[in-house]
């Protein structure tokens, strides 16, 4: 039996955050029977308008594990295109996308 969620996370960076932020952070997690039906597709949509709209940011990048096919879907649904491939800080794969809000 899954666990039933949906979890969005917003770090602002000075702008009164934690100060362990080095930058803006969204993050959307979709676990158990939330997961496929459009949730995390609609925080995450929300999330990069508030982050326009009310806070200025004017670029929005999402780090994704080059295996994780539904996160990368949700990021291009909210209007981010792949732009390179990386290594995290840990050392693991990790695919950029990125988008211009301004």
């Given at each position: 039996m899954?666990?039933?969620?949906?979890?969005?996370?917003?770090?602002?960076?000075?702008?009164?955050?934690?100060?362990?932020?080095?930058?803006?952070?969204?993050?959307?997690?979709?676990?158990?029977?939330?997961?496929?039906?459009?949730?995390?597709?609609?925080?995450?949509?929300?999330?990069?308008?508030?982050?326009?709209?009310?806070?200025?940011?004017?670029?929005?990048?999402?780090?994704?594990?080059?295996?994780?096919?539904?996160?990368?879907?949700?990021?291009?649904?909210?209007?981010?295109?792949?732009e390179?491939?990386?290594?995290?800080?840990?050392?693991?794969?990790?695919?950029?996308?990125?988008?211009?809000?301004?």
């Amino acid at each position: 039996m899954g666990v039933d969620c949906l979890q969005c996370r917003m770090c602002d960076r000075g702008r009164g955050a934690s100060s362990n932020c080095n930058f803006d952070i969204i993050a959307v997690t979709a676990c158990g029977r939330v997961r496929g039906r459009g949730f995390a597709t609609e925080a995450a949509a929300a999330c990069r308008d508030h982050a326009r709209d009310r806070l200025g940011v004017d670029r929005l990048v999402a780090i994704i594990h080059p295996d994780n096919t539904p996160s990368k879907r949700v990021a291009e649904r909210i209007g981010l295109s792949f732009e390179r491939a990386t290594t995290s800080e840990s050392g693991d794969p990790a695919h950029v996308y990125a988008a211009r809000l301004a």
